[in-house]
Nanobody
Framework: QVQLAESGGGLVQPGGSLRLSCAAS????????MAWHRQAPGKQRELVAS???????NYADSVKGRFTISRDNAKNTLYLQMNSLKPEDTAVYYC???????WGQGTQVTVSS
C-alpha cells in the first residue's frame, strides 16, 4: 500500500520561494503519475501540476513559469519548487498518486507580509 507524506510548507513573504517534498512508501512510485493539488479556505481543491512516469509535466495556468514539479524515483520523492509566490498561492498543498487515488495529509503554505 502506498502512503504519501508532504513536507516543506510554511510562511513566506510575497516574492519568496518554497520547496515542497512528498515522500512515498512502497515500490510503485516510479510508475505512478503524480500530482500536486491545493485547497484554499472556502475554495475547491484544484490541480496545480502533474508529472507522468516519463516526467512529462503539466501546470495550471496560474502557476506556469513560477512552479516546477519534479520527481526522484530513486528516492521515491516528488517535489514542487515554488518561486515568485503570491498571496493567492496560500493554501494547503496535497500530493496525489493519480492512478490509485492516494493522497497525503497536506502541508500548509502561507504567503503573507
Amino acid at each position: 500500500q502506498v502512503q504519501l507524506a508532504e513536507s516543506g510548507g510554511g510562511l513566506v513573504q510575497p516574492g519568496g520561494s518554497l520547496r515542497l517534498s512528498c515522500a512515498a512508501s512502497g515500490s510503485i512510485f516510479s510508475i505512478m503519475t503524480m500530482a500536486w493539488h491545493r485547497q484554499a479556505p472556502g475554495k475547491q481543491r484544484e490541480l496545480v501540476a502533474s508529472i507522468s512516469r516519463g516526467s512529462s509535466t503539466n501546470y495550471a495556468d496560474s502557476v506556469k513559469g513560477r512552479f516546477t514539479i519534479s520527481r526522484d524515483n530513486a528516492k521515491n520523492t516528488l517535489y514542487l519548487q515554488m518561486n515568485s509566490l503570491k498571496p493567492e498561492d496560500t493554501a494547503v498543498y496535497y500530493c496525489n498518486a493519480v492512478q490509485i487515488s492516494v493522497w497525503g495529509q497536506g502541508t500548509q503554505v502561507t504567503v503573507s507580509s
